[in-house]
């Protein structure tokens, strides 16, 4: 492994992913706060806001809050969405990935097959999983100063059957290979939070008796042939990996190794990089976490590692530069896979690799992002007015939004509307 010592050299060092070299180790995670236009195509602020990152430094972006396909766009929480479900979007994201390959940096697309048990039933369609399990959102705890008053439990999701199963893969390989045209340096298959293939890595989730629950290898198998079958449709050399919950972090749930076991069966259909995603939609305060390290602390990398071999590991969450540089240089992961914190300082990689971690403008944790993005408000930052205004034209949200987004930050506040939630009559069904 590496024998570099500064934080610079570490995170400034190439990394390999497939047959692709990217020229530092620090990544843009995918988020949902590109505002696309009404129909899924790729804004003008789509664009600035990934350039305006690309040319901060990063090696690499992910195109998040994308859909890959109908059931997706129709059943999202969140919208709108960058589509990938049909050929007629690929000029559009063409144009993206030329700006964002302008300024600099390699761009990979988020997969995203469906929601699982994070959907919402819409347009007739009813949401899809591994099994009718429904979330409790937060049950094991909220985010800092992120609060959901009388709670929410979402409506249980169908059964897939084989068919849904043949169905979903089918549209991750359509929107992989649109991806591909489009001139992205690589896809990612998303299999994270409650969403529809993470509903089959845990036994929390994956009640099944057939041939996709069980053991590991059965709660593998439907991601194991989602990615084979990407594989043979991208071909050997292009970069393919998953992003995959790591930790339930609840109680009876799967720990680390045993999240490691079923990436081990996975990996085999020819991963080129895991990014590791902390917690779900019931964990959500570990998910979205207010310290640095995280994962480390929890040990998850160090048990993907064991399990998995050298296949590239992206870290999630641990904007201190010394500390992602520490647990690359010891052989836990081979990049940092940064959100939030780039959300609030743009230039965060430049100021790194440059040395120059004094002028770092530091995430505060204080979350008015995700509230925003979970009352479907423009997402911006209070610690970066530039945010989510990279293009002049951009929408903003009204002044009522904002006020609502304050309101819903305060514990006070959030306490009363708790209580009067939870004494309110339920509806009768
Ligand atoms: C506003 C916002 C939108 C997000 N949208 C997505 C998304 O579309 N896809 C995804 O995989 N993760 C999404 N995430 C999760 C982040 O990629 C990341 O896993 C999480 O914020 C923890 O990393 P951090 O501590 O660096 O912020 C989102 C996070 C935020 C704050
Ligand atoms: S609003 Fe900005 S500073 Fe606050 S948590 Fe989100 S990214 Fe960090």
Redesign the pocket.
Known sequence: MQTHTTASAVLGSPLKINSLEIKNRILL?????LRPTEDGRPSPQSIAFLRRRARGGVGLV?V???VASERAWNESP?FPNVRFDKDEFVPDLARMVDAVHDAGAAIFA?I?PSFGRMGVPRNGAHPIAASPKPVVLGAAGFPDHVYVPGGRVTPPPTEATADDIAQVQADVVSAARRAKDAGFDGVEI?A??CYFYSSFLSPLANKRTDEYGGSAENRARALRDAVAAVRAEVGPDYPVGI?MSVNDHMPGGQGPEGFAEVAAHIVTAGVDFI?L??ANYESMAE???SRSG?MLAHGEPQAFRAAVGGIPLFL????DPQQAADAISAGHADAT???????ADPDYANKVIEGREGDIVW?D?A?S??R??MTNIP?ACHKNPKMGREDPGAKRSTALQNVFVWAAGNALLMKIADVAAKAAPKPKH
Do not use: D, I, K
């Open positions: 995670g995918p988020m949902a706060v992910f998040g809050g994308a969140f988020q995203f998303g994270h939070m992003r990014s995603s902390e998910n979205v976490p995280n999630s969450s641990t904007p896979m940064l959100a939030r914190q780039l959300l995430c944790h979350n992002c995700m925003r993005l997402v």
